[in-house]
Nanobody, 118 residues
């Protein structure tokens, strides 16, 4: 059974930082490209950052220079370091594991809420 469990969300003031973690089980973690997505109220889910199985990364323009994605294969974990947070970063953040052409195989976590507010 595949499980992706996110943690680290919460309430933070503008300009603050948070570190999200995602622990994976039930997959050969090192084979998968891992991503963080987010969905704000009334908006579509969007890709925030992705790290491939080989370690290449890409980011949404809105978070470049502020967020950093990393992975630790030995711990079956992926992280999202979020700095200089803005109110518009408020959303539910989801961990994703994807594999294969067009990411035909993918799994999702249940999400962790991030609220950026003073």
């Amino acid at each position: 059974q595949v499980q992706l469990v996110e943690s680290g969300g919460g309430l933070v003031q503008p300009g603050g930082s948070l570190r999200l973690s995602c622990a994976a089980s039930g997959i050969i973690f090192s084979f998968y490209d891992m991503g963080w997505y987010r969905q704000a109220p009334g908006k579509q889910r969007e890709l925030v950052a992705r790290i491939t199985s080989k370690g290449s990364t890409n980011y949404a323009d809105s978070v470049k220079g502020r967020f950093t994605i990393s992975r630790e294969n030995a711990k079956n974990a992926v992280y999202l370091e979020m700095n200089s947070l803005k109110p518009e970063d408020t959303a539910v953040y989801y961990c994703n594991a994807a594999l294969g052409p067009n990411y035909r195989i993918d799994f999702w976590g249940q999400g962790t809420q991030v609220v950026v507010s003073s």
